[in-house]
């Protein structure tokens, strides 16, 4: 069988089926592409929504954190408050030391009390005379 040759007006057929094809394709790929792009949008507006509670409740963090810190204390506080409390401690050891130094002195001048038992006396006392 011999072979038809092609005529211009084949070549155009051909060519505007192409570009039919073309065009269909086009319009199927835009369609997916439109489709594509809706559904990332969903997904950004739900990570847009999350975001708007994650920074909701980091402005409630930072509020409270701004709270703690404006009420807390600072070492450099907590170390004078310690000073000043150990001060106040060693005043009263101190006066309970001299009452029992006077407590011994009036058992002594009575006679109620050994010269033992005043050693042994002197010895529990915090601060040694």
């Given at each position: ?75 450099d ?42 050693k042994?006396?002197?010895?529990i ?5």
């Amino acid at each position: 069988m011999p072979k038809k040759k092609t005529t211009i007006d084949d070549l155009a057929k051909m060519t505007k089926a192409g570009f039919n094809e073309a065009c269909k394709d086009r319009k199927k790929i835009r369609k997916e592409t439109d489709d594509l792009a809706r559904a990332v949008k969903s997904g950004f507006d739900g990570v847009d929504k999350r975001f708007d509670g994650v920074d909701k409740r980091f402005n409630g963090v930072d509020k409270r954190l701004t709270r703690v810190e404006s009420t807390m204390v600072t070492k450099d506080y907590l170390d004078e408050k310690l000073v000043d409390l150990r001060g106040d401690i060693v005043i009263l050891l101190r006066k309970e030391d001299r009452k029992l130094e006077a407590l011994i002195e009036k058992l002594k001048e009575r006679h109620i009390i050994t010269d033992k038992d005043i050693k042994e006396l002197q010895e529990i006392q915090i601060f040694a005379q």
